[in-house]
């Protein structure tokens, strides 16, 4: 089982930018992909980013398409999700969490078997 532990997360303006990191401990981070995703207050959890575990790949939600980018680190066995030009929308407790396998197949929360406790980004207008 992989522990992970998400930082960055603050309150910014519109327009700011922020860099979210997911430690992760354990041997098997680097074996599996990873994914980010966020939940607004009242909303489901949502997809937001992925990486694959060599980090060649990645995928993005349409809504944050241009604007964020994943990445890793497996000698520090660390994720990354840079945000830019954020948005009052963007508002949410990020998580993090390492997929089932090498690439991302299913985006959805059932697809990521260890989940970080969040981190909240809050982006005011």
């Known amino acids: 089982q992989v522990q992970l532990v998400e930082s960055g997360g603050e309150l910014v303006q519109a327009g700011d930018s922020l860099r979210l990191s997911c430690q992760a401990s354990g041997r098997t981070f680097s074996n599996y992909a990873m994914g980010w995703f966020r939940q607004a207050p009242g909303k489901e959890r949502e997809f937001v980013a992925a990486i694959s575990w060599t980090g060649a790949s990645s995928a993005y939600a349409d809504s944050v398409k241009g604007r964020f980018t994943a990445s890793r680190d497996n000698n520090k066995n660390t994720g990354y999700l840079q945000m830019n030009s954020l948005q009052p929308e963007d508002t949410a407790v990020y998580y993090c969490?390492?997929?089932?396998?090498?690439?991302?197949?299913?985006?959805?929360?059932?697809?990521?078997?260890?989940w970080g406790q969040g981190t909240r980004v809050t982006v005011s207008s």
């Open positions: 969490a390492v997929g089932r396998t090498r690439v991302v197949i299913d985006k959805s929360p059932t697809a990521f078997g260890s």
